[in-house]
T-cell receptor
Framework: ETGVTQTPRHLVMGMTNKKSLKCEQHLGHNAMYWYKQSAKKPLELMFV???????ENNSVPSRFSPECPNSSHLFLHLHTLQPEDSALYLCASSLAGVDPDTQYFGPGTRLTVL | RKEVEQDPGPFNVPEGATVAFNCTYSNSASQSFFWYRQDCRKEPKLLMSVYSSGNEDGRFTAQLNRASQYISLLIRDSKLSDSATYLCVVYNNAGNMLTFGGGTRLMVKP
């Protein structure tokens, strides 16, 4: 399935590095989401974009910076991360206003911070 | 109290068994309810929505009790391929947000 794609699939970075995660959806959706999934914890919603406008920021540290240039692309810019930020980062999309509650997930980026 | 609470398991069952998972949610204003399935090291995928009247999809039956804020998933005639983590998910359209439970792990053994 290629509805929602994410790159890279795996990323190892040092605490002083800057990197970006990319998500692209090919479903014609207009809402996109970033989630964090840590070991033994539920998925945590980080950011929500509806029609390219950020509508939710769940108290996420500023070392995570989202960007949504258009309704098909979503980025998560990372800088000066901590080892506890190591997790699976999942992107999802949905059709806001029509079918807002059915979200389709990308395969995730498994991030390791050294 | 967690917003969406599930028994993490694991539930170890033999092939052909019937297994039931439960989930409770704390926000009485929640509007929609789902079960997602997540295979090891893969993304979550929608398994089924949960309707107030209860709904069935093949071997899977979902029930919702709004008064008790309780959701269930019943799997009949378990297959090896049912082994996965089952995520209870609650939707609240204030903020267009899904809230996920921690998941219940199922392992079906031959």
């Amino acid at each position: 399935e290629t509805g929602v794609t994410q790159t890279p699939r795996h990323l190892v970075m040092g605490m002083t590095n800057k990197k970006s995660l990319k998500c692209e959806q090919h479903l014609g959706h207009n809402a996109m989401y970033w989630y964090k999934q840590s070991a033994k914890k539920p998925l945590e919603l980080m950011f929500v974009y509806n029609f390219k406008e950020q509508t939710e920021n769940n108290s996420v540290p500023s070392r995570f910076s989202p960007e949504c240039p258009n309704s098909s692309h979503l980025f998560l810019h990372l800088h000066t991360l901590q080892p506890e930020d190591s997790a699976l980062y999942l992107c999802a999309s949905s059709l806001a206003g029509v079918d807002p509650d059915t979200q389709y997930f990308g395969p995730g980026t498994r991030l390791t911070v050294l | 109290r967690k917003e969406v609470e599930q028994d993490p398991g694991p539930f170890n069952v033999p092939e052909g068994a019937t297994v039931a998972f439960n989930c409770t949610y704390s926000n009485s204003a929640s509007q929609s309810f789902f079960w997602y399935r997540q295979d090891c090291r893969k993304e979550p995928k929608l398994l089924m929505s949960v309707y107030s009247s209860g709904n069935e999809d093949g071997r899977f039956t979902a029930q919702l009790n709004r008064a008790s804020q309780y959701i269930s998933l019943l799997i009949r005639d378990s297959k090896l391929s049912d082994s996965a983590t089952y995520l209870c998910v609650v939707y609240n359209n204030a903020g267009n947000m899904l809230t996920f439970g921690g998941g219940t792990r199922l392992m079906v053994k031959p």
